[in-house]
């Protein structure tokens, strides 16, 4: 009899047992199905999913030699000094191949795969009509990169850090093609545009947790400068509206990254009396990530899009053949 209730009392430890055990599985398995739908929040994303561009500043855009066309154009300050100079060192002969100095600075750019998404947008007639947007999802950081320029007593110039303060990014991105049709370029770009109705989808898809700016509400914020492991930067997306799906090799163009800046003359172009500056051509540091793509343009998928040049056809790109990304002036 006691060995039948000891037999009894063992069957239902063990049965309350087994109960907790299976409790406890269920309990330690509920946090993880909770969490496999929600997003990770800015900066946790896996390996390889965030591409990272490092600031680039260099001598160039630092030091930079120019005739000066407004002062070279005033003949009558041609003149012969007298024994206590020389004539290099009169103001129109200075005017020539003259030493210009800027301080540069440049912000790191991190972006997501180039991705789309089908959203209805309101069309003037009041209507609405279901387009697909091309996206990208980016981030800018200022580390405080910079260099200036310093002259030497010998007349030589150097370069030298200068760590930047607050940044304003003004953004601009442009998607370009580099298709070909019988031997001839194919040309066609699409400035980013603000689209209300895909910002929020975009938003909810990419980073429900963090907060992501437009073009114009980007270009409002300030970035401070981020020390040793931060990197927190600010979020922002580019979007483009009616691409042509039969675009397969494509660069996008980000402006703003950096202040550096070149700028041209035509020779002959400036005419004494006229308003300094008049044909004087600027180009801008430029960040060109290239692009392709092996589908056409029926059932476009975002997972055809590769970042860098396809194989055996880097010659359809603007002089960037063979790499992912480089600067440009442009």
């Not at 946090?31 to 561009?53: D, H, K, R, S, Y």
């Not at 689209?195 to 114009?216: C, D, F, H, W």
């Not at 979020?235 to 990254?257: C, H, K, N, T």
Request: charged share 25%; net charge neutral.
């Amino acid at each position: 009899m006691r060995s039948d209730r000891l037999s009894r009392s063992l069957a239902l430890m063990c049965a309350l047992a087994s109960l907790a055990c299976g409790a406890a599985a269920v309990s330690a398995q509920e946090p993880a199905q909770v969490t496999a739908n929600v997003a990770p929040a800015p900066g946790e994303f896996a390996p390889g999913v965030l591409t990272t561009i490092p600031p680039s500043v260099d001598r160039a855009d630092v030091i930079s030699h120019h005739d000066i066309p407004e002062i070279l154009s005033e003949t009558s300050l041609q003149w012969e000094p007298a024994s206590t100079t020389t004539k290099s060192r009169t103001l129109y002969e200075m005017a020539k191949d003259a030493v210009f100095i800027n301080d540069v600075w440049c912000l790191e750019f991190a972006f997501k795969p180039l991705r789309m998404i089908e959203v209805d947008v309101p069309q003037p007639s009041g209507r609405v009509q279901r387009k697909q947007i091309w996206y990208m999802v980016y981030r800018v950081r200022n580390t405080g990169a910079g260099l200036t320029g310093k002259a030497n007593p010998d007349g030589t110039f150097e370069t030298v850090e200068k760590s930047t303060d607050e940044i304003r990014f003004i953004p601009e991105l442009v998607l370009t093609s580099n298709d070909r049709s019988g031997g001839q370029r194919v040309r066609k770009s699409y400035l980013d545009r603000i689209v209300p109705t895909a910002l929020g989808p975009i938003e909810q898809r990419e980073m429900p947790r963090g907060k992501l700016y437009n073009s114009v509400d980007l270009a409002n914020q300030l970035l401070k400068v981020e020390a040793g492991r931060t990197q927190e930067g600010m979020w922002g997306v580019a979007m483009w509206e009616d691409v042509d799906p039969q675009i397969d090799f494509f660069s996008i163009y980000v402006r703003g990254l950096s202040n550096g800046l070149a700028w041209t003359d035509p020779k002959g172009v400036f005419k004494k009396g006229d308003a300094p500056g008049t044909g004087r051509k600027f180009t801008y540091k430029t960040l060109q990530l290239n692009f392709w793509r092996p589908g056409d343009d029926i059932g476009q998928n975002e997972r055809e899009v590769r970042f860098g040049t396809a194989p055996q056809r880097a010659d359809f790109y603007d002089s960037g053949e063979g790499v992912a990304y480089r600067w440009v002036y442009r």
